[in-house]
C-alpha cells in the first residue's frame, strides 16, 4: 500500500501553487486540500503542527492575513488564542503544508517541499517566478 502525499493548499498563494506543481512535476497525484473552503479542526492543526515541530506561532501567517489587526501578534497572545483564531480564520494558517511517508513540513520556500518526495521531477523546474530549482539535467538547485 503507498500512502498518499496531502497538501494543504490555497489556490490564491504563489507557494502553494508552485509546490503543488512540483508535487504533480514529480509523478504523485496528490490529496488536495483545500482548507480555505473546508476549515481546521482544533485536533487537526495540533497534530499537523505536533509532526511538522510547529507552534501555532510558528505557523501564524502575518503576511496578507488579517493577524496584526486582529492582535495575534502580540507577545502575550497564547497557543490556545491562536488555535482557536486558526479554526475561525483558516486563512491565519500560513501554507502549504505538505504530508509524505517523509514527513510534513511547512513548504516555505516551495523548494522544501523536495526533501518530503521519493523522487524529484525531471528538469529543468522553474517556480512562478522563473526560479530554477532543478536544472536540465535533473540536479537540484536550490
Request: charged fraction near 20%; charge should be negative.
Amino acid at each position: 500500500m503507498s500512502f498518499p502525499v496531502v497538501i494543504h493548499h490555497n489556490p490564491d498563494c504563489a507557494t502553494s501553487r508552485n509546490v503543488l506543481g512540483i508535487i504533480r512535476a514529480a509523478g504523485y497525484a496528490p490529496v488536495v486540500i483545500d482548507y480555505l473552503k473546508q476549515g481546521w479542526t482544533r485536533p487537526q492543526l495540533l497534530a499537523l503542527f505536533a509532526a511538522a515541530g510547529l507552534t501555532p506561532r510558528d505557523a501564524l501567517r502575518v503576511a496578507r492575513s488579517p493577524a496584526e489587526e486582529m492582535g495575534l501578534t502580540a507577545a502575550d497572545v497564547t497557543d490556545d488564542q491562536l488555535l482557536d483564531a486558526m479554526v475561525a480564520h483558516p486563512i491565519l494558517v500560513n501554507r502549504p503544508i505538505v504530508c509524505t511517508p517523509k514527513g510534513v513540513r511547512l513548504c516555505r520556500p516551495s523548494e522544501v517541499v523536495l526533501d518530503l518526495l521519493d523522487r524529484l521531477p525531471p528538469g529543468p523546474l522553474a517556480k512562478e517566478d522563473g526560479q530554477m530549482i532543478i536544472d536540465a539535467e535533473g540536479n537540484r538547485l536550490v
